[in-house]
């Protein structure tokens, strides 16, 4: 297993920096401690799910009065240290709201704040600079579907430090990322000449090893966006075959063989896509019965992905055992929250196997995980959405259109209500136009298991 490199992580180790003597001593600017907390104040964890869940102005309001602020001066240095405090505050999946960082970075760019790379919060010194931040919110829009919005910070964080064809250290994370909101933006050609550049640095000098796999993933990822899966295919297998020098060769081995299958799968060849994720599965070890939460097993995602060609080449059945093991195997962990990411992507993956299967314990399990997911988070949330709409599309699959009908509501609720719609104003038109083909898809939905059930 490999410990997986989370940006929550990364805004842990901010807080933790440690502060030294001559930073210390920096009087004024962007330089401040907050008000002694105050005891009849929400926690943390409080304040996070009302951010997690669109009440933005309700947790703004609580780090105003917790860091003894008027109620509508510019964030001070003391609150801005507490959000990116709450940022860290683990609610069961990577993804800090999106609101914490535009909040943070709006005001450590506002004009009356001196950026001196770090600001005094509740825990002592946190080392972190404008630039940072912004970086921190470009990761979040990105992850939250706004990559257009991401891309113009992006490209600012990157052009500096890709001047002729070289790329500075500082420059990868936003290069890559920028890459990846290409992507997203349905732009591979664009995506595939900077991915160009990016391994030609690799092939360069030394490639930074958080980037150097997940680089050559997007790689054959845009070219098989582009339709060239035969180059992906030649380039994964010239990948699969390079000696791999470090103390995780079988593990950098099964990544490179799951990227071949990918590529093979695309253009055509399950066999051989089957044979190549065979091969990497004999590598791994034997199919866990516990896996933490924060750690990456190469193993099982091998395992996973044989089971998504399995079902896709009409073997559900065959897929089955795997996704029992890892749903078991993710919440055999007592670090694991019950209602978190992981255990629900398991579970809704099961409840999808079962359902190709026409197996009723799909519907069972679709239906306890929405309700347990909606009592956690609340009707109209990302969390909710996730199983709304995949139990709605199963059900009526199987002719149940008056069933389907309440989650597809649900679905619909969620798509339009203000936590997607309310933030349009500084979300750019591409983003808008697919949060409408959403929309217009759970109506359609609606509409389609209305008619049914009538």
């Known amino acids: ?138 990761t979040a829009l990105l992850e939250e579907g706004y990559a257009a919005e991401a891309e113009p910070h992006l490209r600012a964080l990157a052009d500096p430090h890709m001047q002729g064809e070289g790329i500075s250290a500082p420059g990868w994370r936003p290069a890559f990322q920028l890459g990846l909101a290409l992507e997203a933006l349905a732009r591979p050609e664009e995506a595939e000449l900077l991915y160009r550049r990016l391994l030609a640095g690799c092939a360069a000098g030394p490639c930074d090893p958080m980037f150097a796999d997940p680089l050559d993933r997007a790689f054959v990822r845009v070219l098989i966006a582009r339709g060239r899966a035969q180059a992906a295919v030649d380039f994964a297998a010239q990948l699969a075959e390079r000696p791999v020098a470090d103390d995780l060769n079988d593990f950098r081995l099964i990544g490179r063989l799951l990227l071949l299958a990918r590529a093979l799968a695309a253009a055509g060849e399950p066999a051989r896509a089957e044979a190549a994720l065979r091969r990497a599965i ?28 399995l079902e896709a080449t009409g073997r559900a059945e065959a897929a089955e055992p795997i996704r029992r093991q890892q749903r078991d195997a993710i919440a055999a962990s007592p670090r694991t929250p019950v209602d978190g990411s992981a255990p629900r992507t398991a579970t809704l ?30 009707p109209a949330t990302p969390q909710a959405l996730d199983v709304a709409e995949p139990y709605a599309r199963a059900l009526l699959s199987v002719g149940r259109a008056g069933d389907a009908l309440p989650p597809a509501r649900a679905a ?43």
């Open 1 to 138: 297993m490999i410990r997986r490199t989370a940006r929550r992580m990364v805004t842990l180790a901010l807080l933790a920096a440690a502060a030294s003597p001559a930073f210390a001593q920096i009087s004024g600017g962007s330089i401040g401690r907050g008000a002694p907390a105050d005891t009849t104040q929400p926690s943390d964890l409080q304040i996070a799910t009302w951010f997690d869940r669109g009440d933005t102005e309700r947790a703004l309001q609580a780090i105003r009065q917790a860091t003894g602020q008027p109620p509508k001066a510019p964030l001070a240095p003391a609150a801005i240290a507490m959000l990116l405090d709450i940022a860290s505050v683990d609610l069961g999946h990577d993804r800090p709201p999106v609101a914490i960082y535009r909040l943070a970075y709006e005001a450590m760019t506002h004009p009356g704040y001196k950026d001196l790379g770090g600001i005094l919060g509740r825990r002592g010194l946190i080392a972190i600079s404008a630039s940072t931040v912004r970086l921190m919110l470009a």
């Open 282 to 309: 004999a590598l791994a070890p034997a199919p866990l019965t516990r896996i933490e939460p924060g750690w990456s097993y190469p193993g099982e995602n091998a395992r996973r992905q044989l089971a998504d060609l």
């Open 349 to 378: 993956a099961l409840a999808h196997n079962l359902a190709l299967q026409g197996k009723d314990e799909a519907f069972a399990l679709y239906g306890t995980l929405w309700l347990r997911t909606v009592a956690s988070y609340g």
């Open 412 to 454: 619909l609720v969620t798509r339009t209500s203000g936590r997607f719609l309310g933030d349009s104003a500084s979300v750019a038109p591409p983003d808008i136009a697919r949060a409408n083909r959403r929309r217009e898809a759970a109506r359609l939905m609606v509409e389609a298991a209305w008619k049914a059930s009538r």
